[in-house]
């Protein structure tokens, strides 16, 4: 048969756990003036023999013929403690091969507690042992069958030879390749033990040597390990049980050893945290934390065991059941929702396919208040069947609702936000009702307002910064002048906007979805109803002047009735409009914002390209529209004086694009830019639950450039 091809060579980094054979005591050398504080040792690192190497699939002899050491040197080289750069012990001062033995000497020169731990370990009786690190060179297979010398002696394979080396550093570690070695520091040499040969190693050794604890280890990775130290017995590669194993790059272990120690690891931590999450309550969930850790429960499936362990039971009895009540829970809302009067098209952008033919379905088909207080009974384990709604099943179902809101919270922790509970479906459909209602409301003052967001509460300061200066030509030098900026400041604050509202129990025995409902909707009407009053009574109230013949941006007289001169003078002004250094900055109107009163007019005038037009003397004019198609005519009857101060029938606006450059700032709460319905415990003495709507947003007025205002009388 021929003789096997030789195996892959792993990493040529080496941590060679050799053999050693004692320790000896040295005196301190003479003449030394720190002799008395440093201990000297001296040690045989290596005999030249097999060792067993991590990430090698077979014993490795390193040829001291043609070991070098690092740097060309054969005296001054670090010894660390476990190959670890940062673990200084000491240094040697003399390294040098005898026969087939390597001999270091040196001083444990370290200061840190490191090489303190070595001194008094060693001083108590630690068998220390003694590693190389180094880097393998040119290596020589010999298949079983064949031998092979080195260091004097013959050696049978399978073997790995390191014909050339290279000596970086020498180790103090607590476990060598074999349990034959030992290492004492001078002042307290301890005997070491018999040699125990490499090829009667028992399986218990080898694993221990393997850095592995055989009490810990699953029957799986005790088979898969006996079968490696079977192979290595034998001179045979145990087959890889995962793809790329073969290769085993980047690993300084065997990769079947590296998974094996990993898997270890994570289970090991993995039962650690399930002990710690059944230990809540003094330990009562013992048989919760023996089943996960039997079965291999990972953190949320043992934290959803004990959460729903500490359950409180439901006044019904009864099982509870968590089969896909988030699906029941969205079709509940989805089912609500269309009972409510919200269309279809509308929901069906809120909930995906299956969610609406669930709640398009005969048991949830005009589901009520009745609906939803009996899902949650029955969702949190009761039974709701041949029940009237009295108080003692109104009181059941919010018994309910406190078991699935904790349940919402699990379910939230262990995979996402869903809602199943009786206040969440009630406080999302009271939401989308809500927002329905404050979305058809046709408001007007986002097509002229710039709208921006804040952080808090707090008076927020704006800057507009102003170039001064134009670009100048660049002269021979190439240097380029500094513009200068000027600053105009502008300041927004939020407020909050809200109001409460309650589900009674006079509702729920009625199973009136729509009374419910009817607060919702009011709140969502009415925040944005107080947006636009908020906005138009600031414009209203010309704040600081803001509209003044000298911004630039008033037109008073008769000749400013809305017509094609006064838009022609309107729009003039906004051409002319310049920074503080008088230079033109180029803004045009975009919007033109009248009041109900003038609303035809100003369709008229943007749509139509000829106007039929007299003078006060009848005299004819040129028909001609030259603003047709211009700007997008916007109507309010908040500029009609209805309600509030400083309105007029026959004034009128014109506004920039606000991307642009904005006259009015609308500020909304981190983002939210739309009202807010929140659940809430109602008060002791009220059978029932409630909820607080609010909108917080703030209005300011902003660049004086960005509108001219039309008084259009005298």
């Known amino acids: 048969m021929p003789d096997r091809p030789p195996p892959p ?19 301190p050398p003479t003449g030394e003036s720190n002799a008395a504080s440093l201990r000297r040792f001296s040690m045989v690192a290596y005999t030249g023999g097999p060792m067993v190497i991590a990430g090698w699939p077979h014993p490795v002899v390193v040829d001291l013929a043609g070991m070098q050491v690092a740097g060309g040197g054969l005296k001054s080289r670090p010894i660390l403690k476990d190959h670890n750069r940062s673990l200084i012990v000491g240094h040697t001062d003399a390294v040098k091969v005898e026969g087939s033995q390597l001999l270091v000497s040196g001083v444990i020169s370290g200061a840190g507690p490191v090489a303190r731990e070595i001194v008094d370990s060693s001083r108590n009786g630690f068998p220390w042992q003694a590693s190389l690190g180094a880097i393998a060179g040119q290596m020589e297979y010999v298949p079983k069958g064949k031998k092979a010398s080195a ?20 180790s103090f570690v607590a476990l060598g390749a074999d349990d034959n070695t030992s290492a004492a520091v001078a002042a307290g040499a301890v005997p070491p033990p018999q040699p125990v040969k490499e090829d009667s190693m028992t399986f218990e050794q ?11 280890l699953t029957d799986t990775q005790t088979t898969n390990l006996q079968a490696m130290f079977d192979a290595e017995r034998t001179g045979d590669t145990p087959p890889s049980t995962e793809p ?44 919760i934390e023996a089943k996960a850790i039997a079965e291999g429960w990972d953190v949320n499936t043992t934290e959803l065991a004990v959460l729903r362990a500490e359950r409180p039971a439901l006044a019904l009895g009864g099982v509870r059941r968590d089969a896909d009540s988030a699906h029941a829970g969205r079709a509940m809302e989805a089912a609500l929702c269309l009972s409510a009067g919200i269309p279809e098209a509308t929901v069906g952008k809120w909930y995906d396919q299956r969610v609406m033919n669930a709640a398009q379905s005969g048991p949830l088909r005009s589901a009520g208040l009745h609906s939803v207080l009996a899902y949650a009974i029955e969702a949190a384990g009761g039974s709701s069947r041949s029940r009237h709604v009295d108080n003692e099943f109104i009181q059941t179902a919010f018994e309910a609702n406190t078991v699935l809101r904790r349940q919402e919270r ?16 009630l406080s999302n459909v009271a939401n989308k009702t809500m927002l329905a209602a404050y979305t058809a409301v046709e408001s007007v003052v986002a097509m002229f307002s710039a709208e921006t967001d804040v952080g808090d509460f707090k008076e927020i300061t704006r800057y507009r910064l102003t170039g001064t200066g134009i670009f100048e030509k660049v002269g021979p030098d190439g240097e380029l002048k ?15 906007y809200g109001k409460m509202f309650a589900l009674n129990r006079q509702m729920m025995i009625n199973d009136d979805l729509g009374a419910f409902l009817q607060i919702p909707r009011i709140i969502g009407r009415m925040s944005a109803l107080k947006r636009e009053e908020a906005v138009f009574e600031l414009l209203l109230s010309n704040p600081g002047n803001f509209f003044i013949a000298g911004n630039k941006n008033f037109i008073s ?3 400013t009735a809305l017509s094609i001169d006064a838009l022609t003078q309107a729009e003039q002004l906004f051409l002319d409009q310049t920074d503080t250094d008088g230079k033109p900055i180029l803004l045009t109107p975009s919007v033109l914002l009248v009041p109900s009163s003038l609303k035809v007019a100003a369709q008229v005038l943007m749509t139509e390209t000829r106007i039929n037009e007299t003078t006060t003397v009848d005299k004819g004019k040129p028909a001609v529209n030259p603003h047709a198609g211009k700007w997008k005519p916007v109507a309010s009857p908040y500029l009609n004086a209805q309600g509030l101060s400083g309105g007029s029938a026959k004034a009128w606006y014109l506004f920039a694009n606000p991307a642009d450059v904005a006259a009015v700032e609308i500020a909304y709460l981190r983002g939210k830019r739309t009202p807010t319905i929140e659940s809430g415990d109602a008060d002791f003495n009220q059978l029932g639950m409630q909820w607080r709507g609010y909108f917080d947003f703030g209005v300011a007025m902003q660049d004086s450039r960005a509108a001219v205002k039309s008084k259009g009388e005298v």
């Open 557 to 559: 007289g008769a000749a």
């Open 410 to 425: 699990e379910i939230r922790a262990s995979s996402g936000f869903t809602t199943i509970s009786l206040s969440g479906i």
């Open 244 to 287: 790329g194993d073969e290769a085993g790059e980047g690993t300084d272990a065997p990769p079947l050893i590296a998974r094996l120690r990993a898997e270890m690891v994570a289970e090991t931590k993995r039962i650690g945290k399930v002990r710690r999450i059944c230990a809540v309550g003094g330990g009562k969930h013992a048989d």
């Open 206 to 216: 080898w694993l221990e040597a393997k850095g592995f604890d055989p009490a810990s």
């Open 151 to 170: 260091n004097g002696r013959e050696f049978e394979g399978p073997v790995l030879i390191a014909r050339k080396s290279t000596l970086g550093e020498v």
């Open 482 to 496: 500094h513009a200068g900026l000027s600053e105009q400041a502008y300041t927004n604050k939020v407020e909050t």
């Open 9 to 27: 060579i792993p990493p040529r980094t080496l941590n060679l756990c050799a053999p050693v054979e004692g320790w000896i005591e040295a005196a």
